[in-house]
């Protein structure tokens, strides 16, 4: 029997970290040697913990004032794998010479599986360029009747998930005032009274 890869999760929402542990340990494949779900529990763990995958969520690579990449590299040298959400292309491509993979939070458990042995190959997974899916025909015709662009339907996107603008700031990797600029367009051109108006647009287009 060959031996099973050895995995540490690292995300900072528990009932995520803890149902991706469970779906892993569940096969014969995988073994969940330790998780954290912070940046500093993530370094401290990896200190004493040896596993041939780190799978890691995007956003602790852009959290605190420490450089978690360099400080990473420091004590981990094995493969690195990262989950991402809404996180825009830009801050994706940031760290892309840095780590070994990436994949979707709302990939399945067999995309999932496959990546972890791509990266374990050496295999890169994607391009940070191309992780987003195209939008559908009919998220097409509403950037086109609203005179939307990419980077507006993507704070929309956050906006419907209820992300502050500072959270969304730190997400699309520009400053709070640019995101209150998008906002205000993103008001104009749906003619939208408040915030519920934009999230209702958001359901009622398919966006989340």
């Not at 950037?143 to 662009?149: D, M, V």
Request: glycine letters at 4%.
């Amino acid at each position: 029997m060959k031996p099973k890869v050895k995995l540490f999760l690292a995300d900072s929402y528990y009932l995520f970290v803890e149902g991706l542990s469970m779906m892993l340990a569940s096969t014969d494949d995988f073994q969940v040697i330790g998780m954290a779900r912070n940046v500093q529990e993530t370094l401290h763990e990896l200190q004493k913990n040896t596993c041939d995958v780190l799978v890691i969520d995007a956003n602790f690579f852009f959290q605190g004032n420490i450089q978690f990449d360099q400080v990473l590299k420091g004590i981990y040298h094995e493969k690195i794998l990262v989950l991402h959400d809404s996180m825009s292309v830009n801050c994706l491509k940031k760290i892309e010479g840095k780590v070994d993979g990436f994949i979707s939070k709302s990939a399945t458990r067999f995309q999932l599986f496959d990546t972890i042995y791509s990266v374990l190959n050496g295999t890169k997974s994607k391009k940070a360029h191309s992780f987003f899916q195209t939008n559908t025909n009919f998220q097409q015709e509403l950037i086109t009747r609203y005179a939307l662009t990419p980077r507006e339907v993507e704070v929309i996107k956050l906006i419907a998930l209820e992300f502050l603008s500072s959270e969304i700031a730190t997400k699309l990797c520009v400053s709070e005032f640019t995101v209150d600029t998008y906002r205000k367009n993103i008001t104009k051109k749906l003619n939208a009274r408040n915030v519920v108006s934009i999230v209702n647009f958001a359901h009622r287009w398919q966006l989340v």
